[in-house]
């Protein structure tokens, strides 16, 4: 990890950590665009993708939870998107807040599943960006989940090796 925040370079990385908490408990999630997943504005009684520049009814619900995570040199928080939550926790966000509101007639609660994600043990595939003032407070660092390997085998295989290493083949970098 320490490594990781000081790199510089834009760039893919694959780091061995686990998750120690949950850091949004209240934005878990946000309203996506079907299309681009882009996250929606509302408009009046409709929502706005200026990504795609179209006007819609509705969206997606998509997870978007913001997780600090530690290995034995540091830690950083890092966003794990819909795929990987959804992998992890076996089911959509769209159910969960469903799920939530039938057990406390409150849909935007946070939701106790998302609570197992802690103590979860990945390497995790992470892109850094850099940022101008949008994540300032992190340094200037974007650090986003592209994906995570939880298989116990490959995990055994990369205990202890806690260096970065950017996608390219090295033996820093786990093949899938």
């Known amino acids: 990890m320490k490594d990781l925040l000081k790199a510089t370079e ?3 990385y694959w780091v ?4 120690v908490s949950i850091e949004n408990f209240r934005e878990w999630c946000y ?9 929606l504005t ?4 409709r929502f706005r993708c200026t990504n795609c520049s179209v006007t ?7 997870y978007k939870v913001s997780v600090c995570i530690m290995d034995n040199t540091g830690h950083g928080n890092f966003v794990l998107w819909d795929r990987e939550c959804i992998e992890i926790l076996g089911k959509t966000s769209s159910s969960l807040m469903a799920e939530v509101e039938k057990k406390t007639g409150d849909p935007t609660r946070f939701p106790e599943d998302i609570e197992s994600l ?4 990945a390497i995790f595939k992470i892109q850094l960006k850099k940022k101008s003032e949008e994540n300032a407070y992190r340094g200037g660092i974007s650090l986003g989940v592209l994906s995570m390997i939880q298989d116990p085998n490959v995990l ?3 205990e202890g090796k806690q ?12 093949e899938k």
């Open 10 to 12: 834009e760039d893919v």
């Open 16 to 19: 061995l950590a686990e998750v």
């Open 31 to 39: 309203l996506g665009c079907p299309t681009c997943h882009k996250k």
């Open 42 to 45: 509302p408009e009046e009684e």
């Open 56 to 62: 819609l009814a509705g969206g997606v619900y998509r």
């Open 118 to 121: 802690v103590d979860k043990k």
């Open 156 to 158: 055994a295989m990369y």
């Open 163 to 174: 260096d970065i290493g950017t996608d390219e083949s090295d033996e820093k970098t786990p």
